[in-house]
């Protein structure tokens, strides 16, 4: 049970929340428990939906955003994330559980993506204090400066539900993975 209560569903949300929810339930086709917690403050949800919007129109792939989250949600401990990343990972960026479980680990299997990825993890574990020879291998990776300041940009979105969905203990709503077990 969450800690922080939140709607059961887009009727019983914050009105300025509805119109936002419906917007979800319309692209995914259901509403999961992560914006219907960060429905309880339409602000929150309304900076949430938009920061995240624009990164979708940023130049990193979906897949590597994916991956990024994975690492994120890992080095966090992020069940819930962790969950959601794995689900979308598998069903909307086609990543195969091998790729998923290198991702949780701060890698990949796809040479520029793992580049991608070891920044992001590194980025993640150190609060942004990376060495000079980690932004060096990112940009040798093929990536620019704005591209490095998107997935910086995806560290800290996915970081925030982290820490959000582990402080209101949200309830899973997606295949549950533990970030305390990592796979063989």
Not at 67 to 90: D, F, P
Not at 129 to 138: I, K, N, P, Q, T
């Amino acid at each position: 049970m969450s800690r922080i209560a939140y709607p059961d569903n887009i009727a019983t949300a914050p009105e300025a929340s509805q119109p936002l929810l419906q917007a979800v339930e319309k692209q995914l086709g259901t509403v999961p428990n992560l914006f219907r917690l960060v429905s309880v403050s339409p602000v929150a949800l309304e900076g949430y939906l938009s920061l995240s919007g624009a990164l979708g129109k940023g130049r990193l792939p979906a897949a590597t955003r994916e991956r990024v989250a994975l690492a994120v949600a890992q080095i966090n401990g992020c069940s819930y994330c962790l969950s959601a990343h794995t689900y979308l990972g598998k069903n909307l960026a086609k990543l195969d559980d091998a790729e998923i479980a290198a991702n949780r680990v701060g890698r990949s299997h796809d040479a520029k993506a793992d580049a991608a990825v070891r920044f992001a993890a590194k980025v993640t574990a150190a609060r942004g204090r990376v060495d000079a020879e980690d932004l060096r291998a990112v940009r040798d990776a093929g990536y620019d400066d704005g591209q490095i300041i998107e997935i910086v940009q995806h560290v800290a979105l996915n970081t925030w539900t982290n820490y959000l969905n582990e402080l209101a203990q949200t309830e899973i709503d997606f295949p549950a993975v533990d970030a305390n077990e990592l796979a063989a």
